[in-house]
């Protein structure tokens, strides 16, 4: 997730095309030899960088409709037999959250491997896979698969292929610098596009260069999240809506002197994920706004406490420690991540990633908890 800034206001001309701009930072050597073998052309620069939307009414018409969606992983074999019984290993990080998958390429999984993967991101959040030969079209492939590839209207792409973003470091310090501490950036517990009219499912971060040391991500589950809540104050949450905002900010065409302004959705708080039927607390501290038919004063106080609650339960929380060529492939209908800066830039980092759109979120009563559904809740949850 780029940090949220006010945008500059370039002419209609300027925002009505593309400012290709060279790279001068030094493509990271493990990046460049990937892209170069998957046939990317680099001769025009790296990445690609559409100009910036200058206007929020163009942004808010970008997919502003309902699309069909059905969810792969509602179609797998709940046991997985064709995708676990095709890896050499299957390992739980963690017992709430996290699964890595040892001996199966990404590139070369059956549909019926994909939906069953599409499910076991459902039920264990996120799924790391090492080692991985994969292209950013092969990358792109897959997150089709899953849903319809969210084209971000202002985030660098890999050249000639929309929908594969850029997540290099280096770049995004050139606009907003880093330091100890202000790391910025994606280093805030967030989850991805939550001001779309249908937001981010699967999304899926491939890493080909990493630093030696730090530079990992969390990831903390929304369903184990929902769990730590008592059953009166789950009441309290269930069936209600909150505002979410966008990252970026756009001038109102009709009122252009007013200042920047986000683009807002209005979403369910405890949101049903179609693959599993667990309900999920899904509320992030920098882009949820505000609890509707609320005061601002109850609503910043149960807010800010949703927030500590998925922020501060490290039971509830997986930390993943990359390798050179690692995907990872996690669910932001029921986690929130935030990306460890600690290496301070002073090493590369450079990935690819993809996002596949999912349904408009939705609450339902009949819904269970996870702890609910599988039979772990004592008898006070």
Sequence with gaps: ????????????????????????????????????KAGIDLSNGYPYRPAKPLYIDDVYKIRDYDRPFTDPGSRADPEKKALFSAAKE?????????TEIVGLQLKDLTDQQKDELGL??????????????????????????????????????????????VLWPALQAQEFPASYRNP????????????????????????????????????????????????????????????????????????????????ERTHPLVRVHPATGWKALWVNRIMT????????????????????????????????????????LWDNRITIHNASWDYEGKEPRHGTRVTSLAEKPYYDAKAKSRRQALGLAGPEE
Excluded at 218 to 239: M, T
Excluded at 290 to 311: N, P, Q
């Design 184 to 263: 910025g950036g994606a280093s805030r517990w967030h989850t991805d596009l939550v001001h779309e009219r249908q937001p981010a499912g699967v999304t899926h971060l491939h890493n080909d260069t990493i630093p030696s040391l730090g530079g990992d991500t969390l990831w903390a589950s929304g369903y184990s999240a929902y769990d730590k809540l008592s059953p009166e104050f789950r009441k309290i949450i269930d069936g209600r809506e909150a505002v979410y905002r966008s990252a970026h900010p756009y001038l109102d065409r009709n009122d252009p002197t007013a200042g920047p302004k986000f683009i």
């Design 289 to 328: 706004v505000r609890i509707v038919g609320l005061d601002k004063a109850e609503s910043d106080l149960i807010l800010g406490y949703l927030y500590d609650v998925y922020e501060q339960n490290v039971d509830i929380q997986v930390r993943f420690k990359w390798t050179p060529r690692t995907s990872a």
């Design 120 to 165: 076991l991101i459902a039920e264990r959040s996120v799924v790391f896979f090492r080692d991985q030969d994969l292209s950013p079209q092969d990358q792109k492939k897959l997150g089709e698969y899953y849903g319809e590839i969210e084209v971000h209207p202002q985030v660098p792409t890999v050249p000639g292929l929309p929908g594969v973003t």
């Design 1 to 36: 997730m780029a940090p949220i800034a006010i945008p500059s206001i370039p002419s209609i001309k300027e925002a009505d095309t593309v400012q290709p701009k060279k790279d001068n930072l030094g493509l990271p050597e493990a990046a460049r030899a990937r892209l170069e």
């Design 90 to 98: 299957v390992k739980d990080l963690t017992v709430h959250i996290g």
